[in-house]
């Protein structure tokens, strides 16, 4: 039996259940473990109530559930059916039940208001007053404190009750609508009736606070469609193409294959040739995903059958994709144990054949829709050395002015390895510099190009004259590369950067670094070496290889290996001094330091934005975004519980323990040239 009667079921009602194994001895704790999953929605598409016999063939547990049940999972039966399956029986009734509509929900809102005056007829339900309370100015500076909390910030029941009692007042603050959400008791259909009456007449809301409507805690249709309203009304082709990512990960949270978001997508990828390109490989990208395939499936099936001639563009690139997979799949299984000179033999006289040469050559970059790849530059292309063999590829650029842009395309296939994490990272970055310039600050941050296309499959972008600190360091002698002369960096900028253009690759490395350790605190970016921070031969610093992020930083022997909240060596202090030994003295110092101060508080405005990113990705089974613990290292870099002021000094303390302690950041970088030299040359 369960604590909520029929009449109080909210639209979104979902059965969640599990199969588990009980192990504990006897009289001691028991310890339940879940083998297998399954949800089934109360309402089908037509608003019916589910009844009768249903087989529910269930789901294997996703890896770091640690719950027992798996409620944003998907709902319904696994295709697979040599699964274990449950038969559940639901009552049956002499009548179809069907969810009220639109006028009958205003109805039963009026009529709750009208039985008030002054006696609570919902008392036994919510203990809640139907109508509000006078409020006054106090109580209203509390309302809006209260709304402009972080997401992830939990509301006490008092708070819930003070802000459903003020909820009318709440229309004049749109964007507290998430905490009035929040706050309504969705076991109580008196309740809910009057949450759907006041979301009919809401005004909308900023496109980005809009967004977080769309994660996981707010199932109720009516809901997400008013929050596709906002995005409707709010967000340019550009923005739908920056935030696609989240959109098309929270198709997932849809109770139904066709949904409002999913038209809406469809229609601006058919519209829009960058958001279709984008849209096509979002979705192809976890087809091997059996719990989103037939979802995903259908709106792949209904966006090829209508995108026109691009559907030959983009049926050459999966050709050209199927063929790289099979290549590094005979390099990592058949090829593994041969030598490095007998791999590379076998790749070139593998891509020479004729069916690779005519799939690899003359098709539209899945990195970037603007550019094509011309003919295949095979004697230019390599097994890179790490061990899941990715491949350095080179193609010529057959644009006819490509002497007065680029000559070739350069890109790093990837197979085996998991490149969700890096595209959100750069992604966020992406966002980040967006912000900065918008607030007149110029960072020069490179996220350069980062596309997961199915199961550990992806590519990168390679950036054009630019070099590992490590690589920079080897160049000059084995005191450069042991990390024992931190003017090396400095040197090899000097020398590629001579005259005039000395002092612009001076800034040039200010301002990105400054970017790249705001961005990379913030962001918790572990596992920071000199073989994953480059800088271009004109200084612009970026930094690459972003497997770990909110603090699940690498650890030796049980310890995290990184001790400082960011990189900020002398090396790169030096540079920043113009190479003045005594770096933290000079004036060049401290417009960093202003720099950095600047576009920590910056981004610390827009936290919101930034929380409701990641949480919309929590369904895609990141190994490190797994739930809103893992999200909520972002409030602790962005000091959110503290005020402005003490956020800054938060942030000073970081920066002084960042360059500091520098000196460890050196240490590891000398173990890890020592371990990797021998690749090096």
């Not at 967000?235 to 193409?241: F, G, M, P, W």
């Not at 989240?246 to 601006?268: G, H, I, S, T, W």
């Not at 390099?331 to 799939?359: G, I, N």
């Not at 970017?515 to 031969?537: P, Q």
């Amino acid at each position: 039996m369960y604590d909520i009667s029929l009449t109080d079921l909210p639209r979104s009602a979902r059965l969640c259940l599990s199969i588990c194994s009980v192990k504990g001895r006897k009289g001691a704790k028991e310890e339940h473990c879940p083998l297998a999953w399954g949800n089934v929605n109360l309402f089908d598409y037509k608003d019916t109530l589910v009844s009768g016999k249903v087989a529910l063939s269930l789901w294997p547990v996703p890896h770091g559930l640690e719950d027992l049940l798996n409620p944003i999972g998907v709902a319904g039966s696994n295709p697979n059916k040599e699964t274990p399956c449950v038969e559940l029986e639901f009552p049956s009734f002499n009548h179809t039940v069907v969810f009220p509509d639109e006028q009958q929900i205003e109805e039963h809102a009026n009529w709750i208001i009208s039985r008030e005056l002054g006696y609570n007829y919902s008392l036994s339900l919510s203990n809640r007053l139907v109508c509000d309370s006078s409020i006054s100015q106090a109580e209203a500076e509390q309302l809006r404190a209260l709304c402009n909390r972080d997401p992830l910030y939990e509301l006490s029941e008092q708070e819930k009750d003070f802000l459903w009692r003020h909820r009318h007042y709440c229309v004049n603050i749109p964007e507290c609508l998430p905490k009035l959400l929040l706050s309504v008791k969705w076991n109580s259909r008196d309740e809910v009736s009057q949450m759907y009456c006041l979301l009919r007449d809401w005004p909308l809301m900023q496109p980005e606070s809009a967004l977080e409507l769309l994660d996981c805690n707010f199932p109720d249709p009516m809901v997400r469609e008013f929050a596709l309203r906002c995005l409707m009304q709010g967000l340019t082709d550009d923005k739908i193409s920056q935030y696609l990512l989240q959109l098309v990960q929270v198709l997932k949270y849809e109770m139904y294959l066709d949904n409002p978001l999913a038209r809406f997508l469809v229609k601006k990828a058919l519209t829009n040739q960058r958001i279709g390109h984008f849209f096509f490989w979002h979705l192809k990208s976890e087809m091997h995903n059996k719990t989103v395939s037939r979802r995903f499936g259908l709106l792949l099936e209904a966006f090829c059958r209508s995108c026109g001639i691009y559907l030959k563009h983009l049926n050459r690139q999966v050709e050209a994709m199927d063929k790289l997979v099979n290549i590094t799949d005979m390099l990592k299984h058949e090829k593994k144990d041969e030598t490095q000179k007998t791999q590379m033999k076998f790749l070139v006289e593998h891509m020479s054949r004729p069916d690779y040469m005519e799939a690899l050559q003359g098709f539209v970059s899945p990195l970037n829709p603007v550019h094509q790849l011309g003919n295949l530059r095979l004697e230019e292309c390599r097994i890179m050395s790490s061990a899941k063999r990715p491949l350095w590829l080179n193609w010529e650029n057959p644009d006819i002015m490509s002497e007065l842009l680029f000559t070739n395309n350069e890109i790093i296939f990837k197979n085996g390895d998991d490149l969700r994490q890096d595209m959100l990272t750069l992604q966020i970055i992406k966002i980040m510099e967006s912000i900065w310039q918008n607030q007149g600050l110029d960072l020069r941050m490179l996220p350069y190009g980062c596309l997961s296309i199915g199961d550990c499959v992806g590519l990168i972008e390679v950036v054009r004259n630019s070099f590992t600190i490590m690589q920079i360091q080897c160049k000059g002698g084995l005191k450069g590369a042991l990390q024992f002369n931190s003017n090396t960096l400095h040197h090899w900028i000097r020398e590629k950067n001579k005259g005039e253009t000395y002092d612009s690759a001076i800034d040039l490395f200010t301002r990105s670094c400054a970017g790249y350790c705001v961005a990379t605190f913030i962001l918790g970016i572990g596992d920071r070496h000199n073989s994953n921070i480059m800088v271009k031969e004109n200084g612009q610093l970026f930094h690459i290889d972003f497997g770990h992020f909110l603090d699940h930083k690498k650890k030796k022997f049980g310890y995290k290996r990184e001790r400082v909240p960011f990189v900020l060596t002398q090396d790169f202090l030096i540079v920043i001094s113009k190479g003045v030994q005594e770096c933290t003295k000079t004036k060049e110092f401290e417009r960093f330091q202003e720099m950095c101060y600047k576009a920590y508080l910056a981004i610390r405005q827009h936290a919101g934005l930034f929380i409701n990113l990641f949480s919309l990705l929590l369904g895609c089974g990141m190994p490190e975004l797994q739930s809103f613990d893992d999200i909520s290292y972002l409030r602790k870099t962005l000091a959110l519980e503290k005020s402005q002021q003490e956020a800054l000094e938060y942030f000073t303390k970081q920066m002084n323990d960042a360059h500091h302690g520098g000196w460890t950041t050196k240490m590891d970088w000398i173990f890890h040239t020592i371990r990797h030299m021998p690749n090096e040359h």
